[in-house]
């Protein structure tokens, strides 16, 4: 079993930075795939980056140059660096384990990111 715990979300005004993080609990699989999907108000849940155990990142249109995915293997975490944040970056973020073996993806609970203008 995978369980994620996320934080460091919260309040920025438009230019600012965040960092979140992703604690990850229970054993990755090397060909398990992480990431953060982010959900406006109304909108849907979308893709905001993954990253492979062996180091391949991935990355929205929308967040490229701006965000970046990391993930520290000795203490399971990954990691969403946000810099030029703008208020279209505001909803909640969630961190994403897929087991591609099981098709199986496992959820965090999220964190409200909100961009003030």
């Known amino acids: 079993q995978v369980q994620l715990v996320e934080s460091g979300g919260g309040l920025v005004q438009a230019g600012g930075t965040l960092r979140l993080s992703c604690d990850i609990s229970g054993t990755i699989f090397g060909s398990d795939v992480m990431g953060w999907f982010r959900q406006a108000p109304g909108k849907q849940r979308e893709l905001v980056a993954t990253?492979?155990?062996?180091?391949?990142?991935n990355y929205a249109d929308s967040v490229k140059g701006r965000f970046t995915i990391t993930r520290d293997g000795a203490r399971n975490t990954v990691y969403l660096q946000m810099n030029s944040l703008q208020p279209e970056d505001t909803g909640v973020y969630s961190c994403n384990v897929y087991r591609v073996e099981w098709s199986k993806n496992y959820w965090g609970q999220g964190t409200q990111v909100t961009v003030s203008s």
């Open positions: 990253i492979r155990t062996f180091g391949t990142t």
